[in-house]
């Protein structure tokens, strides 16, 4: 069975219908693409999945486990063991990434109905995390987000993948400038942290990280619906012929 299963689903944001009978589901352990020009509705579909509170669903259904999660709170979602990483992380003065990391750890450990994480667990926990990942030491005592650059945030986010080590990761790479560097950063760790137990949805536009990360499934969305689905050959073809051959002839009547 699925992991997270999409069915039918039609979202709105206030009086704007962005997604329109969306179908995708991704199965345990595996790495699925979500590509699709800007504006297609990629990240309103993964903020839908995460519950997002601004977004109505009015018509579909989303499965997580085999449970039907479509009215479910965000935070239940996420113990459930959904994760996104943010798109525009805050900064918090004073408070450092590993504070931070225990912090939300505990908060999960706390919903669950678990006793805070031992400081030496803790401690251990983090020192393999940033080695899997290859996050300097240093990066631990600096406080959170602070003049951080986006390499350095993808960093944060990745670490916190690692720790949380959740069922299922939405990354949405949309907008975030990265340089080759941290494309790489994102790359190694995703598939550090992949695997039979960990699926994987990465939203990009960046044909780059998929040659690094080999998805075994590629989506293209456009104008709220998934049109076209392939492996990962499917990223070189729209590297070479760009969307235009996928929408030609779709276009929503006006
Ligand atoms: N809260 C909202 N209210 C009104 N319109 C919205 C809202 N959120 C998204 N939209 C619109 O929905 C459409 C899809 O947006 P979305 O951010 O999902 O696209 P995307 O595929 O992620 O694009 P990109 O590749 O540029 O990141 C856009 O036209 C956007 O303006
Ligand atoms: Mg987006």
Redo the contacts with the bound molecule.
Sequence with gaps: MAELEIRNLHVR??E?E?LRGVELSVGRGEIHALM??????????ANAVMGHP?LEVTEGQVYFGGQDITESEPDERARMGLFMAFQYPVAVPGVTVTKYLRTVLNAHREARGEQPIPLREFRQSVEAAMKLTNVPREFSSRYLNEGFSGGEKKRMEILQLALQRPELAILDE??SGLDIDALRVVANGVNAVAGPEMGVLIIT?YQRILHLVQPSHVHV?YQGRIVKEGGPELVDELEAKGYGWITEGLDQAA
């Design positions: 944001a206030g704007k962005i699709g020009p800007n504006g297609s509705g990629k990240s309103t579909l601004m949309t907008d536009h969305m």
